[in-house]
């Protein structure tokens, strides 16, 4: 399991929800993808974060080089291509 945090700018969070609950999903879990997670930076109305768990890096890669991507990206409405970071968890520390 390998954990990706990545960064999206869009014209409309609504539209990119409803076309990544959707066809990015299908995509996602056809490549791997176990569970995202979305958030909105604060201040930043078209700035969203995804803290993705998958199955490998390399099957991570795979759905990169998925023709399919781009166009799901563009119609989802980002305004440029999202950047993506590989992350390893260190610790879990709680209150």
Known sequence: MVQILGRVSVRDVSQFLGVL???????????GGRRAQVFRVSGAETSV?????WESRAAFE???ADPAVR?????SGATAPPEFTIIEKLTELSA
């Not at 609950?21 to 490549?31: E, F, P, Q, V, Y």
Request: glycine share 16%; proline share 0%; charged share 15%.
């Open 71 to 75: 166009e799901m990206m563009e119609s």
């Open 49 to 53: 974060v995804l803290l993705l768990d």
């Open 62 to 64: 795979g759905l990169l």
């Open 21 to 31: 609950s959707t066809r990015g999903a299908g995509l996602g879990m056809s490549h």
